[in-house]
C-alpha cells in the first residue's frame, strides 16, 4: 500500500496485526522514518492467488521496481527496511499462514545487501519457507537502480528511432549527435550557466 502526502512525497506504512506502527516517507532527494515509530514489514497488496511467494527488498521502492521489471502475479511484495526485525519474522509467521509458500531475496547486490539478505534467509527458514536469491546482477545494483538504467536505454533507442535518415547520415559525417556538434560550435568553452548569461548581459 502506498499513499502520498500534501508534498506528494510517498508514504509506505508499516503494520502488524495491531494496525499501523510507523511509515516511511520517500521521494528521490529524502527519506526518513516516522519518528518514534517501529520498524515492522511494508505489504504490498494481496495477490489474486491463495499462494504465493513473497519478494522480500530492503525498501519498498526497490519492490516497486522490481514490480515492474517483472510483473510477477503470484507475489505479495514486502519491504522490511533493512534488517529483519521481530516484527517482521511475526509478519512473515501471519504471512505463512494466509499462504506464503516461499521468499524470494532481492536485496541489493552489495556488500550489504548479502548480510541482510544472509539475516533474512535465516528468519525465513527458521519458520520453514524455502528461500530463494534474485538479486541484480551488477555489484552495487539495487532493483531501482536497473529499472532506471533501462528506462534510460530505452529513452535512448526512442531518440534513435526518432531520427530521420539525414540526421543519421550527417552524424555519420559529424562523427557525433547533431546536438552535441551545436554545443561544441556554438559553445566551445561548454555551456554557459544562468550566472554566466547574467554576466554577458551585465557586460553588454
Known sequence: MVAKDERNNAIFIHRTEHGVVGWEVKNKNYENFMKGGKRSIWLSNHPDTKNY????CESPVDALSYHQMHKVR???YVSFGGSPSKMGVEALERLKQDGLKAVVIAYENSERGRRMAKAIEGKAKEIELPVYYDMP?????SWNDRLIEREERQKQRDLEDSKT???KDLEKILGM???TY???TYYPGGVPND???G???DRG
Open 53 to 56: 511467494h513473497a519478494v522480500v
Open 74 to 76: 503470484e507475489a505479495r
Open 137 to 141: 546482477a551488477k555489484e552495487g545494483y
Open 165 to 167: 535518415p539525414a540526421e
Open 177 to 179: 549527435d547533431y546536438h
Open 182 to 184: 551545436l554545443l561544441k
Open 195 to 197: 550566472r554566466d548569461r
Open 199 to 201: 554576466k554577458e548581459r
